[in-house]
């Protein structure tokens, strides 16, 4: 059985404060995907990442950063100096082994207030 | 441009009809997925297929259909057997190991 939880349901900040987004996965497998989801308010899902579960150098990409964590099963979203548009909804997920199945977690609301 | 096309974007049903939501995706990806997303419950997997002619339930399949009879096609059928069938699905596509792209959602809602 695989599972995600994003733990946090909403967070609310004021903008360019940083803010770190927490999901922590189940698998027994050992080959296995995570990734992270955003959904604006206009509704469809948007890629941000994959990580695949033997590389566990963390990511920066422009405000955005991951840290994956195999020994704590997390994979934590970082973003660094928010802005209003990245006011949405975040989720995280897993793909176990050679399972087409993913798995999604509840998602985070994350609002940026100016 | 590649892509996946769900619709209609809204759908209004009377209770007791059985409703097909239409997904074509043109990636050439061999897997098919659906989804559920109510409030709260972030995005649940209703079924999904690895390849033509083959699909599997996911986690709350009961009261939904599906086909997978080409490549490029994955309607979903919601059935007058689901209880609670008012919600948005979303409709995504892949190759194995890499990330689902998703279609725009169906907004789905029977009164």
């Known amino acids: 059985a695989q599972k995600v939880t994003q733990a946090q349901t909403e967070i609310s900040v004021v903008e360019k404060e940083d803010v770190t987004l927490d999901c922590v996965y189940e698998?027994?497998?050992?080959?296995?995907?995570l990734f992270w989801y955003k959904q604006p308010p206009s509704g469809e899902l948007v890629f941000l990442i994959r990580?695949?579960?033997?590389?566990?150098q963390n990511e920066i990409s422009g405000r955005y950063s991951w840290n994956f964590q195999k020994s704590t099963s997390s994979f934590n979203f970082t973003i660094t100096a928010s802005q209003v548009v990245d006011s949405a909804v975040y989720f995280c997920?897993?793909?176990?082994?050679?399972?087409?199945?993913?798995?999604f977690g509840k998602g985070t609301l994350l609002t940026v207030n100016p | 441009d590649g892509g996946i096309t769900q619709s209609p974007k809204y759908l209004f049903r009377k209770e007791g009809q059985n409703v097909t939501l239409s997904c074509e995706q043109n990636?050439?990806?061999?897997?098919m997925y659906w989804y559920r997303q109510d409030p709260g419950q972030g995005l649940r997997l209703i079924y999904y297929s690895q390849i033509v002619n083959d699909f599997q339930k996911g986690d709350i399949a009961e009261g939904y259909s599906v086909s997978r009879e080409k490549k490029e096609s994955f309607p979903l059928t919601v059935t007058s057997a689901q209880k609670n069938p008012t919600a948005f699905y979303l409709c995504a596509s892949s190759r194995q190991g890499w990330p689902l792209h998703f279609g725009n959602g169906t907004r789905l809602t029977v009164t």
């Open positions: 997920a897993l793909r176990s082994g050679s399972n087409y199945k993913l798995t």
């Open positions: 990636l050439n990806h061999d897997a």
């Open positions: 698998t027994r497998d050992t080959t296995y995907y």
């Open positions: 990580r695949n579960s033997f590389d566990e």
